[in-house]
């Protein structure tokens, strides 16, 4: 069963930096791509960027380009993804999730490994 968890949300002013990671575990953990979405409140789920597994691919929204980077440290099967925020803006304000997939897509509904989430909130 595969587990991903994410670390690193919190509370920051606009102009501010948050680095968010995620742990993936699993005995047959071995994603095809890893991704960060994000949910507003009230708003639906949205695709922020993704990362396949050699590390070379990504993607990004166009909300978040030239500000968030996606990267991954796959070394000694440490199966953790990063994402640096930077230039953070208050519109950034949300639940960050973590997800694996064995596709590539900016769908949520086609990422069936999700974390639990953790909130980023971006002060003005």
């Known amino acids: 069963q595969v587990q991903l968890v994410e670390s690193g949300g919190g509370l920051v002013q606009a102009g501010g930096s948050l680095r968010l990671s995620c742990v993936g575990s699993g005995r047959t953990f071995s994603p095809y791509a890893m991704a960060w979405f994000r949910q507003a409140p009230g708003k639906e789920c949205e695709f922020v960027a993704a990362?396949?597994?050699?590390?070379?691919?990504?993607?990004?929204a166009d909300s978040v380009k030239g500000r968030f980077t996606i990267s991954r440290d796959n070394a000694n099967a440490k199966n953790t993804m990063f994402l640096q925020m930077n230039n953070l803006k208050p519109e950034d304000t949300a639940v960050y999730f973590c997800?694996?997939?064995?596709?590539?897509?900016?769908?949520?509904?086609?990422?069936?490994?999700r974390g639990q989430g953790t909130q980023v909130t971006v002060s003005s």
């Open positions: 990362i396949r597994q050699s590390g070379r691919i990504t993607t990004y």
């Open positions: 997800a694996a997939s064995n596709v590539w897509t900016t769908n949520w509904g086609d990422w069936p490994s």
